[in-house]
Structure formats: structure tokens, C-alpha cells
């Protein structure tokens, strides 16, 4: 699967974003898909994940309450809706994909990646 993420761009602190991530192939009800992030000399970190079916979502305790993901299997797309962004929410997003029904939270678990946006939250 290719993945190709958007939505990214520059905002001020307290405003929203929604990231969108659209999938190629036939198969895209069959992976379960995450949103990680990356700041400048950090390590890839997890954001958020959902489940093949939609019907599980987990989140890093650092978004928690502020972000949303969701998705469209109609439509191929994954979503991150941004909310409350604070400056420290700054770093290239990816969306990835994952070979099985239930979602993780490494890198590691994820098999497709994205070619990534950049977000820039402004104090």
C-alpha cells in the first residue's frame, strides 16, 4: 500500500489542523493505521492509532483530549484532527500502516509509511 499524507502547514498555538493520509489499493479496511511525529533532532514518536474497522482508537497521553483520529475506508483516507495545537505539537507528521486488524504503537509494528507533513505550531 502508498500512502500519502497532507494537511500540514502553519498555525498558531490554540488553533486546529487535520492532517489526511490517503491510501492506495483495494485493501485498506484490512490495516490498521497510525499517525507518528518527528521533531527536529527526536526520535519518530507515536501519536495515535485506530483499529482496521474504525471502532479502536489509542493516543500518546501528549494528545490525548486534543487530537482525533478517524477514518474513511469508503474512501481510503486516514484522519488527524488537530485541536489546541501548542508549539511542542511541532514536527513532520506520518501516517503509517500496519498488516493486521489491531493497531501498535512502535515504529517497529507499522509496515507502510508515509511521505510525511510538516506542522509548525507559532507561540
Known amino acids: 500500500v502508498q500512502l500519502q499524507a497532507s494537511g500540514g502547514g502553519l498555525v498558531q498555538a490554540g488553533g486546529s489542523l487535520r492532517l489526511s493520509c490517503a491510501a492506495s489499493?483495494?485493501?485498506?479496511?484490512?490495516?490498521?493505521m497510525g499517525w507518528f511525529r518527528q521533531a527536529p533532532g527526536k526520535e519518530r514518536e507515536f501519536v495515535a492509532a485506530?483499529?482496521?474497522?474504525?471502532?479502536?482508537?489509542y493516543y500518546a497521553d501528549s494528545v490525548k483530549g486534543r487530537h482525533t483520529i478517524s477514518r474513511d475506508n469508503a474512501k481510503n483516507t486516514v484522519y488527524l484532527q488537530m485541536s489546541s495545537l501548542r508549539p511542542e505539537d511541532t514536527a513532520v507528521y506520518y501516517c503509517?500502516?500496519?498488516?493486521?486488524?489491531?493497531?501498535?504503537?512502535?515504529?517497529?509494528?507499522?509496515?507502510?509509511w508515509g511521505q510525511g507533513t510538516q506542522v509548525t505550531v507559532s507561540s
Open positions: 485506530i483499529s482496521y474497522g474504525g471502532g479502536n482508537s
Open positions: 503509517a500502516a500496519r498488516r493486521s486488524w489491531f493497531y501498535g504503537s512502535l515504529v517497529d509494528d507499522y509496515d507502510y
Open positions: 489499493g483495494r485493501t485498506f479496511s484490512s490495516y490498521s
